[in-house]
Nanobody, 113 residues
Framework: VQLQASGGGLVQPGGSLRLSCTYS????????MGWYRQAPGNQRELVAT???????DYINSVKGRFTISRDSAKNTVYLQMNSLNVEDTGVYYC????????WGQGTQVTVSS
């Protein structure tokens, strides 16, 4: 299953971005999906998840700043990122929580002044 993430860019600390990710398999609307990020030199980490019925969870460092959502009719998962800081810099990917899909290239988020 192909995954296409987009919406990244260069933003100043305190700024916002909205990431989008489309997936090619319709049945994935029932699966928990997640946004992952990989900072330079670090392993890929799961930062936000959403179940098929919309239950959300986040790692502590992004709680209150990031919001994950999904539009199952569009096979799309979103990540609204507010109050960005330099530690949020990295390549962002989406995938199922069980990591079954092909990762794709992700989308680069750079937070810098």
């Amino acid at each position: 299953v192909q995954l296409q993430a987009s919406g990244g860019g260069l933003v100043q600390p305190g700024g916002s971005l909205r990431l989008s990710c489309t997936y090619s398999e319709i049945s994935w609307r029932y699966y928990p999906m997640g946004w992952y990020r990989q900072a330079p030199g670090n392993q890929r980490e799961l930062v936000a998840t959403i179940t098929g019925i919309g239950s959300r969870d986040y790692i502590n460092s992004v709680k209150g700043r990031f919001t994950i959502s999904r539009d199952s009719a569009k096979n799309t998962v979103y990540l609204q990122m507010n109050s960005l800081n330099v530690e949020d810099t990295g390549v962002y990917y989406c995938n199922r929580v069980d990591r079954k899909g092909n990762w794709g290239q992700g989308t680069q988020v750079t937070v810098s002044s």
